[in-house]
C-alpha cells in the first residue's frame, strides 16, 4: 500500500550517516573527460565480523543534479574495476558490490571488502594502504581522509537543517564543517 508521503532522500542520508557506525570519510572530485567535474562524499565503515571474516563498507554518494553529471557518474563508475583490488591488496578476501541507487540528483554506490587478515583494518593501515588503492581505482581524487572515533570526533555542525537548495554533498560539507 503506497502512502501518500514524500521522503526527502537528503535528510534521510543525513540521519543515516548520523547514526552509521563511520570509521572515515572525505569529499572527493572526479574528472570525466568531456564532462563537468563530479563531486562526492565518501564513507568507510567501522569493521565488522562475519564467521572468521573481518570486513567493512566504502559507500559512495556523487553528485548528480544534471544529465550531463548523471552521464559522467554512470561512464565513470562503469569503469571501475573492482576485481582489481584483490590483484592489487592480497589481503583482500573478497569484494562484493551492493548495486548502484541512482535518484534524480545522487548516484550511490557500495562495496563491502572481505580481509583475511584482522590487522588490516587498523586505522593505519586504511590510511596509508587501502585508501589510497581505492583512489587509484576509483579515480575519485579526495580531501584527506579524516577520521571518526570518540578521540578524534570532528567537529560537526550542531544541525542538519541546512537550505533545502543547496546539494546533499554541499549539505554533508556543511554538516562535517569542510
Known amino acids: 500500500m503506497k502512502s501518500g508521503k514524500t521522503i526527502d532522500i537528503k535528510q534521510l542520508t543525513l540521519d543515516v550517516l548520523k547514526t552509521e557506525e563511520m570509521l572515515a570519510y572525505t569529499i572527493f572530485n572526479a574528472v570525466v573527460e568531456g564532462f563537468p567535474p563530479l563531486e562526492g562524499f565518501c564513507k568507510i565503515s567501522k569493521p565488522k565480523k562475519v564467521g572468521k571474516l573481518n570486513y567493512f563498507s566504502v ?45 534524480t540528483d545522487y548516484l550511490f554506490m557500495e562495496r563491502e571488502i572481505f580481509m583475511n587478515n584482522p590487522e588490516c583494518l587498523s586505522k593505519e593501515y586504511i590510511f596509508r594502504t587501502l585508501y589510497p588503492i581505492l583512489v587509484r581505482l576509483t579515480g575519485f581524487r579526495s580531501n584527506d581522509l579524516l577520521f571518526w572515533d570518540t578521540e578524534t570526533k570532528p567537529k560537526v555542525s550542531s544541525s542538519l537543517d541546512i537550505k533545502e537548495n543547496r546539494s546533499l554533498i554541499d549539505r554533508l560539507k556543511a554538516f562535517f564543517q569542510f
Not at 574495476?81 to 548502484?100: F, N, T
Open 59 to 103: 559507500f559512495y554518494i556523487i553528485d548528480t543534479p544534471d544529465e550531463m553529471s548523471r552521464s559522467a557518474a554512470t561512464l565513470l563508475t562503469s569503469k571501475i574495476d573492482w576485481k582489481q583490488l584483490k590483484k592489487m591488496l592480497p589481503e583482500v578476501e573478497s569484494e562484493m558490490g551492493i548495486p548502484y541507487q541512482h535518484s
